[in-house]
């Protein structure tokens, strides 16, 4: 049996399109006009999901020379990629509960965020939840349940409902002395896409041993709001059920965040159709989704254009790269999901936006509530 270097999961190829085929259009031309740049990468690729070269190779370039154009004008990278002005840092979401394909238990929604709204400042926020974060491992201790870590950093304990890892969560919001709904509030992402079989047109809840179509997800998101401090739904209903989407935007998408990812894969295109069909109210922000800085912050300025929120996002798999810490000021979003407290992954966003936060000083600003899909463009 032949067996790929790395299981096909390297780079060398990554490496050598960036040599043989994007170096020769970039180098020579001015690094200062990121779009220019990020046109000749696109054009170079020539296919409209970057399949030739790579998204992940076109970002790489599109990354380096934001970074080398913002080196040689001696400002930090949030401050070029804004050109000027930014200040705003973005409130956490922090996925201290894994599930779904991220982890290896049995819980069937993929991310428990906590989100603290309540805090004056980033760090204060940073702070809530990192607290909350290990008061949680005491809950989980306590119960005898594990306590390893799941991808993004946050705890994959076997549980015997989706609603009893909402239960932890909360208990741990509160030993930790926060007020649940006032102070942290909290998100959640389904990725359904992974949790629907396409052959029998059902959602498949195996935690719980149940199977729900479209009408009936909706219904338990009304519930869930109704009952826990829910403000924000990622990727409620799966990714080709558009007529879902509608239904679920219609029912609660005045009072919670509506936010696509599997959906709209930070794609102009696709949210443009998630606009036209009021669809969802929020737009995930992935870099290497859409693979250059420039369509990233088109993407992001076309849902504000349109009164909707946008959170700046890592990948379940990540490197120590911090560029979405600095993309997420840039941009004034107001939110970021970068996972846990832990796993350095993780923590290094974090520390770069401390440092972003330090860098601005009392010029540092800190959102509320206004920064979510349902609440922004008033
Ligand atoms: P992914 O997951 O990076 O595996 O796509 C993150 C998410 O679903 O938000
Ligand atoms: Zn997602």
Redesign the pocket.
Known sequence: MEVAVYLGKGVSRAVENVQSMLEPVVIGHDALDQRDVDERLIAADGTPNKEVAGANAILGVSMAVARAAATHQGIPLFHYLSEGGASMLPIPMMNILNGGS?ADNNVDI??FMVFPVGADTFSEALRMGTETFHHLKAVLKELSLNTAVGDEGGFAPDLRSNEEAIDVVLEAVDRAGYSAGSEIFLAL?V?ASELYDSDRDVYCLKSENRELNSADMIGLYGELVEKYPIVSI??GLSEDDWEGWEQLQGAIGDRVQIVG??LTVTNLARLQQAIDRSAMNAI?I?LNQIGTVTETIDTITLAKENGMGAIV?H???ETEDTTIADVSVATGVGQI?TGSASRTDRVCKYNQLLRIEEMLGSRAQFPGMEVLGHKAGG
């Open positions: 991220h993929q991310e992402d990725a990622e990727d990812d599997d995930l992935k996002s990948r379940s798999g999901k």
